[in-house]
Nanobody, 116 residues
């Protein structure tokens, strides 16, 4: 499974960005796709995830502001980020997991900077 993330950039507080993650390879194995982020000197944390069945999960810090979605026809997962705050500044990573057999796949990071 290969993941290609895009859509990062710089935005002012209150602004919006949409991240995209194109998934290729053995897509049928993927059970959960998600976005993680890592800020400087901090641990990587889960931002949002979407399961094969469409169930979503969000970090408390982004609930109501971020939305994860999936376009099955394009094999792409999106993260719509609204009302961005400076504390959202981080490198965002796309991730896919399969359970049987177990697999944990990462895309390259995309930098999101929220600053005035």
């Amino acid at each position: 499974v290969q993941l290609q993330a895009s859509g990062g950039g710089s935005v002012q507080p209150g602004g919006s960005l949409r991240l995209s993650c194109a998934v290729s390879g053995r897509i049928s194995r993927v059970d959960v796709t998600g976005w993680y982020r890592q800020a400087p000197a901090q641990q990587r944390e889960l931002v949002a995830s979407i399961s094969r069945g469409g169930s979503t999960n969000y970090a408390d810090s982004v609930k109501g502001r971020f939305t994860i979605s999936r376009d099955n026809a394009k094999n792409t997962v999106y993260l719509q980020m609204n009302s961005l705050k400076p504390e959202d500044t981080a490198i965002y990573y796309c991730n896919a997991k399969s359970y049987i057999p177990y697999g944990d796949y990462w895309g390259q990071g995309t930098l999101v900077t929220v600053s005035s």
